[in-house]
T-cell receptor
Framework: AQTVTQSQPEMSVQEAETVTLSCTYDTSENNYYLFWYKQPPSRQMILVIRQEAYKQQNATENRFSVNFQKAAKSFSLKISDSQLGDTAMYFCALSGNTPLVFGKGTRLSVIA | NAGVTQTPKFQVLKTGQSMTLQCAQD?????MYWYRQDPGMGLRLIYYSASEGTTDKGEVPNGYNVSRLNKREFSLRLESAAPSQTSVYFC?????????????FGQGTRLTVV
């Protein structure tokens, strides 16, 4: 079975600072994808970034980047220049031969 | 482009009542999913449909039934609602083939069972 663990239930960061959210996972598959989703207070699930397991290069989307350590089964999200609009729940998710499995989430608060 | 549309957005039920949550996608996706979100639990898979005509149980299927009506529509039915089914329900869809692609989500249904 695939599992995803987010060990930080809550985090906070000052506006304009950098924050890193942790995620570890377990899978026996070789071909899988990893995702970070953002859920603001509006409840909408928004894809932030994705990483294909076969790619060694870490994915980057503007202020968002990941540190993908395949051997350690670790997939952390770094948010640079944090903005008030980044305040949200963040979910790490894993897919492969089965539908997306989610972690329990990290609530991020950006403080002015 | 509507993406994934769920109805209703809010619902209050009495214990024992039944209801159907509707979901439709206009992205020509093969796979569709129903998740529930509870505080501190993340999103858990209730049922999914890998393609039109197939449905499978997820992690928490008890108390629910689903119907993949056609390629666009995937409904979730609660036959006899219980307070433990109070949750936020998300419908999602993905991909042209397989599960190894991002899922697109509806806006969710907040269901309260009293």
């Amino acid at each position: 079975a695939q599992t995803v663990t987010q060990s930080q239930p809550e985090m906070s960061v000052q506006e304009a600072e950098t924050v890193t959210l942790s995620c570890t996972y377990d899978t026996s598959e070789n071909n899988y994808y990893l995702f970070w989703y953002k859920q603001p207070p509006s409840r909408q699930m928004i894809l932030v970034i994705r990483q294909e397991a076969y790619k060694q290069q870490n994915a980057t989307e503007n202020r968002f980047s990941v540190n993908f350590q395949k051997a350690a089964k670790s997939f952390s999200l770094k948010i640079s220049d944090s903005q008030l609009g980044d305040t949200a729940m963040y979910f790490c998710a894993l897919s492969g031969n089965t539908p997306l499995v989610f972690g329990k989430g990290t609530r991020l608060s950006v403080i002015a | 482009n509507a993406g994934v549309t769920q109805t209703p957005k809010f619902q209050v039920l009495k214990t024992g009542q039944s209801m159907t949550l509707q979901c439709a996608q206009d992205m020509n996706h093969n796979s569709m999913y129903w998740y529930r979100q509870d505080p501190g639990m993340g999103l858990r898979l209730i049922y999914y449909s890998a393609s039109e005509g197939t449905t499978d149980k997820g992690e928490v299927p008890n108390g629910y039934n689903v119907s993949r009506l056609n390629k666009r529509e995937f409904s979730l039915r609660l036959e006899s609602a219980a307070p433990s089914q109070t949750s936020v329900y998300f419908c999602a869809s993905s991909g042209r083939q397989g599960f190894n692609t991002e899922a697109f989500f509806g806006q969710g249904t907040r269901l309260t069972v009293v």
